[in-house]
């Protein structure tokens, strides 16, 4: 990976600014059975877009599903509300000679023309596109011709609000992680919690107003954290909960409030054992607020009580 300068300061934020997370890929080692439970729990359809791609799409949430390493996250997805916006941050991009990676044959057929990868240091695929709403391409069809393949869903009449906001990841170069996404990628920094040597533990960073849209958390490895949905408010995050009770999915944490980004929020875990959150009250930041530092600590982590503690 090829990167000549950094992102111009000061930083300009309609470059990436208003970009959301839309989609997150998992990889599993039974990727039909992972939709299906994906199904259960959100209530949208499941797709079948090659012969072993399955989609758990929702209106704002969307979820892709493959055979391969069990419980990782190869592939995240922003969506730029505008095709110009996408354009002009691709044509950036270009400029600072970041390498570009077009995308496997059923993203394209997802997502249209407007469509490219970059590789982040822990090399995990960041796809850049435009939202849905916002393009004209036809629903996806298999490379072969064969119709979309919709499966039997327990959805609901209404499904449940769920916007698909933020992605964290695990990794063993919080530093590297942290230039590359806001230096390189131009997410702005919100908050970072560090070691009383000054090491970096974990960074937050935002691509729109929401305090943060991405964040890498220091561990032992290399992998996917969790991913969070927000809700639009606290009753919400009891109806998932009794959704969650329902279904028989114990909540693995929470309910709680994080300090960085004071969210409330619970956790359940999927079958990998990949945890999911349950958000609302995300902090909302103007988009030149400075980023504000933490002490690596429980609190940080939940002003109410006990912490997952990554390192
Ligand atoms: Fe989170």
Redesign the pocket.
């Known amino acids: 990976m090829t990167m000549l300068s950094p992102f111009p300061a000061p930083f300009a934020p309609t470059l990436l600014w208003n970009a959301r997370l839309l989609m997150i890929e998992r990889a599993t080692d039974d990727a039909k059975a992972c939709a299906q439970w994906y199904s259960q729990l959100l209530g949208d359809p499941v797709i079948r877009l090659a012969p072993d791609v399955w989609q758990v799409r929702g209106t704002d949430r969307w979820m892709l599903f493959r055979t391969g390493a069990k419980k990782t996250v190869p592939l995240i997805a922003f969506a730029f509300q505008t095709h110009d916006q996408w354009a002009s941050y691709r044509t950036h991009l270009k400029l600072i000679e970041l390498a570009l990676h077009p995308v496997a044959p059923e993203l394209q057929a997802l997502f249209g023309e407007a469509t490219f990868a970059v590789r982040d240091p822990d090399n995990r695929t960041v796809l850049f596109c435009v939202a849905p709403s916002a393009t004209e391409s036809t629903a996806p069809s298999l490379p072969d011709g064969d119709p979309l393949t919709i499966t039997g869903t327990s959805a609901p009449a209404e499904p449940r609000t769920a916007r698909m906001q ?1 992605f ?1 990841c695990a990794s063993m170069q919080t530093d590297a992680m942290l230039e590359f996404y806001r230096d390189v990628l131009g997410f702005m920094e919100s908050d970072r919690v560090v070691d009383t040597d000054g090491d970096l533990s974990s960074a937050f960073v935002r691509s729109d107003a929401e305090h943060h849209s991405f ?1 890498v958390f220091r561990a032992p490895h290399t992998g996917p954290d ?1 991913q ?1 949905y927000e809700l639009p408010n606290w009753n919400a995050i009891r109806d998932w909960a009794d959704h969650c009770g329902d279904l028989e999915i114990p909540l693995w944490w929470g309910p709680g409030r ?1 300090g960085v ?1 004071n969210n409330l ?1 619970f956790m359940i875990e999927d079958p990998d054992g990949y945890k999911v ?1 349950f ?1 609302t009250e995300l902090e909302i930041m103007t988009p030149d607020q400075a980023y504000r530092e933490w002490p690596h600590g429980p609190r940080a982590l939940n002003l109410w009580g006990n912490a997952w503690m990554r390192s």
């Open positions: 933020h964290v964040a969790h969070a994080h980004g929020f959150e958000s």
